[in-house]
């Protein structure tokens, strides 16, 4: 099977994390995809929201209610030493699933420091990304860039929509007393 696995801290998941899962499942030819509650992300503040277990309870109630998504949660990083190192998920995901194909999906604004990654270049080559896009970031320049690296890296552009909404506004949002509902 084909997997995409979507990795991200999800506080909270909302209404852009919805498509991107969406596109997933209908248009991006993947069979299942693995949304991975991450602890934090090294490359943000990691002292903000919710805890992992809170987190993870969220999104798998959330993927309850859109089976028709293809889509399951997973607390495999939550249960994982530190530091919780992409590569590390997805190696083991592939020891645990070897009949598997797993393709690690992330955003454009992931692809322009994706170089700054724990072994980013075993995960070009032996996983690939597909990377949707985001707001101020250009996806085809930093694919170029990183492909002139190593040719063999498998960076595939997805056509996702465009959804203006991050979980950082939503939180600032939710302390300023806003009704939030139509994001989640």
């Known amino acids: 099977m084909e997997i995409a696995v979507y990795s991200g801290s ?11 899962l969406e596109y997933l499942s209908e248009k991006a030819g993947f069979d299942m995809t693995y949304l991975v509650v991450t602890p934090h992300n090294p490359f943000k503040d990691a002292g903000l929201g919710n805890s992992g ?19 399951r949660a997973l607390d495999i990083e ?7 190192y992409t590569i590390r998920t ?11 194909n797993f393709t690690l999906v992330i955003g454009a ?3 322009a420091a994706f170089d ?18 985001r707001k101020g970031y250009h996806r085809g320049h930093d694919r170029a860039r990183l492909l002139k690296q ?8 997805l056509d996702a929509p465009l959804v203006n909404i991050s979980s950082s506004e939503i939180r600032a949002a939710m302390a300023s007393g806003a009704d939030v509902s139509r994001y989640l």
């Open 10 to 20: 999800f506080n909270p998941l909302h209404i852009g994390h919805k498509a991107i």
């Open 53 to 71: 277990a809170l987190r993870y309870e969220a999104a798998v109630k959330a993927l309850s209610h859109y089976p028709a998504l293809k889509a």
């Open 78 to 84: 939550l249960k994982m030493e530190a530091p919780q």
């Open 90 to 100: 997805l190696d083991a995901l592939k020891k645990a699933e070897p009949g598997n």
């Open 109 to 111: 604004d992931n692809l």
């Open 116 to 133: 700054r990654w724990k072994d980013y270049g075993r995960i070009l080559r032996e996983y690939g990304v597909a990377v949707f896009p």
């Open 150 to 157: 190593d040719p063999s890296f498998r960076i595939r552009l």
